[in-house]
């Protein structure tokens, strides 16, 4: 899944292809990937929209139209791609945009889970699945005093609270075990039993993870590649996620893989020792 990394390079790489283009058609392949409005209105309200530029709040991607917004979500496996002139859409091709000049942006997703919602201009940060989002992981929004008042609350284990996305947003499954590991917490440590230490350590652990993928693009697992049709190169950097097996970087015992709520995890069974067994 496009974690905030990859999405915020796609993002980049929209700006750099599409920005200033208008629409001239839009056609809608799979319709379950329009959640608002219906189809027919989607792509009526869209001709003659110029892209102004496009933002990104958490994993969503949000175009700034003349007199829309238009939220795109990813979720598994969705990409865009770019083409200077009309292509035959291919079987995984869901939603096409045309544009004035000839060029074309079209929306591939596999597995079908993206979904994209047309509000008025101005209005995304109120839509339903934006409005619970956490602080971006920068400096500037995300408080570490904040931070650790909300972890206290709450006796759920530090990583599905992390990947809730409401104490901090653009947190998936790899960075959230690649920020773990380096602020060496067990995934499964209860979050209101960390240190204040333990905090402060995992607080600055997510800025520099977040900062540091998107500084490289992203990490590449499987099917990734930006708008630009580039892979990102953060793989290189992984400690844990993907490593199962391999020395630790930081006490060179073998990193192991498990399960937590779900999701697979990684994690150094040296470094990371789990709270609350006792």
């Known amino acids: 899944m496009p974690e905030l990394p990859e999405v915020e390079t796609v993002r980049k790489g929209l700006v750099r ?101 047309l509000v008025p201009k101005n209005s995304s940060s109120s839509y339903k699945g934006i409005v619970q989002l956490g602080p971006e992981p920068i400096v500037s929004e995300f408080k570490k005093e904040r931070f650790e008042q909300q972890l206290k609350k709450s006796h759920k284990a530090i990583k599905p609270l992390l990947l809730d996305q409401k104490l901090v947003t ?61 892979a990102g190169n953060f793989q290189v950097s992984l400690h844990v996620y993907g490593q199962t097996g391999l020395p630790c970087n930081h006490c060179g015992i073998a990193i192991v893989k498990t399960k937590v709520a779900q999701r697979g995890t990684h994690y150094c069974p040296q470094c990371q020792v789990r709270k609350g067994d006792d």
């Open 17 to 117: 292809l599409v920005q200033g283009k208008t629409i001239a058609s839009v056609t809608v392949r799979w319709p379950r990937i329009i959640e608002l409005p219906e189809v027919e209105l989607f792509q009526e309200q869209l001709i003659n929209q110029t892209i102004e530029t496009i933002e990104r709040r958490g994993k969503f991607l949000i175009f700034k139209l003349s007199d829309f917004d238009l939220i795109s979500h990813l979720r598994m496996e969705g990409k865009y791609e770019f083409s200077q002139e009309p292509q035959t859409p291919g079987k995984h091709t869901h939603v096409i945009f045309t544009f004035t000049d000839g060029s074309q942006l079209s929306y591939h997703d596999v597995r079908k889970f993206g979904r994209m919602a």
């Open 170 to 230: 653009g947190l998936g499954n790899i960075y959230v075990d690649e920020a773990l590991w380096e602020a060496k917490i067990h995934p499964e440590t209860p979050a209101n039993l960390l240190s204040e230490t333990e905090v402060i350590a995992l607080h600055q652990a997510i800025i520099d993870v977040l900062a540091r993928a998107v500084e490289a693009g992203g990490t590449t697992i499987r099917s990734y590649a930006n708008a630009l049709g580039e």
